[in-house]
């Protein structure tokens, strides 16, 4: 079992910054693939970025591409998404999810995750 927990979400406004902790347990984290995914309200969870394993490889949607960026620190367990130049439309709940596929590339799709956290609400007001 492994238990995925997020932080770092709130308010913020139309330009700023936030940055999302994801911490996973396991002794193998080093091994997961991870993903973040959001979900705006009446809307459906979306692709947000994904790592590999070994950091080598980072997946962006295009909505986020050049904004935000997906990072990892095996030594903490630890995956963050730095979300710089937010817009209102980045309002959503987001979560983070772990594949323990060990697959060299990283999914978009979440099908592909097995452990999923409860998700960090982040509002950017305009």
């Known amino acids: 079992q492994v238990q995925v927990v997020e932080s770092g979400g709130g308010l913020v406004q139309a330009g700023g910054s936030l940055r999302l902790s994801c911490a996973a347990s396991?002794?193998?984290?080093?091994?997961?693939?991870m993903g973040w995914f959001r979900q705006a309200p009446g809307k459906e969870r979306q692709f947000v970025a994904a790592i590999s394993w070994s950091a080598g490889r980072t997946y962006y949607s295009d909505s986020v591409k050049g904004r935000f960026t997906i990072s990892r620190d095996n030594a903490k367990n630890t995956v963050y998404l730095q979300m710089n130049s937010l817009k209102p439309e980045d309002t959503a709940v987001y979560y983070c999810?772990?594949?323990?596929?060990?697959?060299?590339?990283?999914?978009?799709?979440?099908?592909?995750?097995?452990?999923w956290g409860q998700g960090t609400q982040v509002t950017v007001s305009s």
């Open positions: 999810a772990a594949d323990l596929s060990r697959t060299a590339v990283p999914d978009r799709d979440e099908r592909e995750y097995d452990y």
């Open positions: 396991g002794r193998t984290f080093s091994l997961y693939n």
